[in-house]
């Protein structure tokens, strides 16, 4: 088992350098092409906080790193991570719902209480 446990902690760390790898290089070229500003809050960076600066994905594809940069745009970590999460929300069936409906209709009695009728669970009736 310790052999197959060796072998898999070395796979992933050789698909950790490869990514590391395209991200480098991808990065580096974007922050050639582009200004180092956000591309959502306007935030400027320098040499000393260029690591808060990210490349994002257009369509999401980490893969996809046209020479033209075409796919990339720079984002600071807060408005990158805010993109990641508004497409997640967009995205059908990655959400944290557990796929349970709502049964309770909190307005199935407004009509009535609107035309003047008495709530059937209230008893103003006085006695």
């Known amino acids: 088992m310790k052999h197959s446990n060796d072998r898999l902690d070395q796979l992933v760390a050789q698909a950790r350098q490869s990514q590391a790898e395209r991200e480098r290089g991808y990065r580096e070229q974007a922050l050639k092409m ?16 260029l690591r808060e600066l990210t490349v994002h994905h257009r369509d999401h594809n980490h893969d996809n790193n046209p020479a033209d940069g075409s796919n990339w745009e720079l984002l ?6 805010n993109e990641h999460q508004r497409y997640t929300d967009a995205t059908p ?35």
Request: aromatic share 8%.
């Open 34 to 49: 582009y200004p180092w500003i956000c591309g959502r809050c306007g935030r400027e960076f320098t040499r000393a906080n």
């Open 93 to 127: 069936g990655s959400g944290t719902a557990t796929g349970t409906a709502a049964t309770h209709n909190p307005f199935a009695g407004l009509a009535g209480l609107l035309k003047g009728e008495n709530d059937p669970g209230d008893d103003h009736s006085g006695t």
């Open 76 to 81: 600071c970590l807060y408005c990158h991570d």
